[in-house]
């Protein structure tokens, strides 16, 4: 049994910031507006500042309370938020509720058994690695205490059964095509005065300096290929994330000051408005993105929808969806691997050839499939929901 006709959807995720799930949330709900349906995306407002962007959706800002302490007591506060938001009846007129990561996911869960909402979905992005086992085990209960899963790539969907035994619905990713496009805008020569960039070749990082996002091997690969590529530079760009990176920034920060890489060739960029994120891509050469882990990598066709050519790491999920040629690929653990597909990113005919297949991949992907391959489990969960 489902429910018909339109659906009134609350999409909640884990903060405002520019991340790849909170991306995701915000073109899901705005693809199935589009579609007809209600659905407002949730999230904890910690700077009280409202989502990185302007979404085409009805959002809501949760109010977030100030915390004090390590990972744990952040995600302990912020389901905390949750649940004082959602205890308020007027807040819970949906038919679907569908968490996004752990903390929603563990807000939800706690309605469920509190007999507030009867069901609820999650999507797994990808599953985290976490030392505390309390964050561990909150992050586990996210997961499992949901009744219905979602995930964005082949490789997960196939982690969540071999591991959790969950059977999870592929839905994918998509790529705002009217806005990631590789027609320039005018707005590029601004940015690159702001970041100091030369003649190139740009080399862009997106993610901040994280230990999954490889940073620091990014770093060493690249004060290789720069003694090939003479003026090159690499942006790190990114970085507004709820969990603490501390330690891995300090051991970054340190490999930088003792590099012998020649002054602005790195540029800490930190985020950049989305407004930007389009024309970032447009003057970089090449995105660099060895990542350890991803859930997909949304960077991936965002670059390739502006016309550059990626260098990625050769493990799933990038290589479900990536063909050999597609992309040039690396081995994230080597610092040779990634500095010589630096290099190879910026020989022609390959690079021309990348671009190509790039726009190609790119334009495979669209968010209103990705809202759409939701809507069979919204509907069944909206009946129980109604039960």
């Known amino acids: 049994m489902s429910i018909p006709g339109p659906l009134r959807i609350a999409i909640l995720t884990h903060s405002t910031n520019p991340r790849g799930g909170v991306v995701h949330a915000l073109a899901l709900g705005e693809a199935l507006t589009a579609l007809g349906h209600e659905a407002v995306v949730h999230a904890p407002d910690a700077r009280a500042a409202g989502f990185f962007r302007k979404a085409q959706c009805e959002t809501a800002c949760v109010p977030a309370s100030p915390f004090e302490g390590d990972t744990f007591g952040m995600v302990e506060t912020r389901i905390a938020d949750y649940l004082r ?3 308020d009846h007027a807040h819970r007129h949906f038919d679907v509720f569908h968490a996004h990561d752990g903390i929603s996911g563990n807000a939800l869960a706690t309605l469920r058994k509190e007999r507030l909402i009867n069901s609820f979905a999650r999507t797994v992005h990808h599953v985290d690695r976490f030392e505390d086992p309390r964050v561990a085990a909150l992050q586990a209960r996210s997961i499992h205490g949901a009744d219905r899963h979602f995930v964005v790539s082949e490789h997960w969907r196939r982690k969540l059964d071999r ?27 601004g940015l690159v005065r702001r970041l100091g960039l030369g003649r190139g070749p740009v080399f862009l990082s997106v993610g901040g300096v994280e230990e999954r996002k490889n940073t620091l091997r990014v770093l060493q690969a690249f004060s290789q290929a ?19 990176h501390a330690a891995y920034q300090a051991e970054f920060r340190l490999a930088l000051g003792q590099s012998r890489l020649l002054p602005g ?6 985020p950049i408005p989305q407004a930007e994120m389009a024309a970032l891509y447009r003057i970089s050469s090449a995105l660099a993105f060895p990542s350890l882990k991803e859930g997909f990598g949304l960077a991936v066709i965002e670059a390739m929808a502006c016309g550059i050519p990626v260098i990625a790491s050769h493990i799933a999920p990038f290589t479900d969806y990536l063909a050999d040629d597609d992309v040039v690929w690396c081995d994230p653990l080597s610092t040779g691997s990634i500095a010589d597909a ?13 671009v190509q297949r790039g726009l190609a991949i790119a334009a495979r992907h669209n968010w209103a499939d990705t809202a759409r391959a939701h809507l069979p489990v919204y509907r069944t969960l909206g009946a129980r929901q109604h039960a």
Do not use: C, H, K, W
């Open 226 to 244: 720069q003694t090939v590529l003479p003026g090159s530079q690499l942006v790190l760009a990114g970085g507004a994330s709820v969990l603490d």
């Open 85 to 87: 938001y959602f205890s």
């Open 342 to 354: 630096m290099v190879a990113a910026m020989r022609s005919p390959q690079r021309e050839r990348l």
């Open 265 to 270: 060739s790195v540029v800490l960029a930190g």
């Open 163 to 189: 591991d959790m035994g969950i059977a999870a619905t592929m839905v994918g990713n998509g790529v705002n095509a009217a806005f990631f496009q590789p027609e320039r805008d005018g707005s590029e020569s």
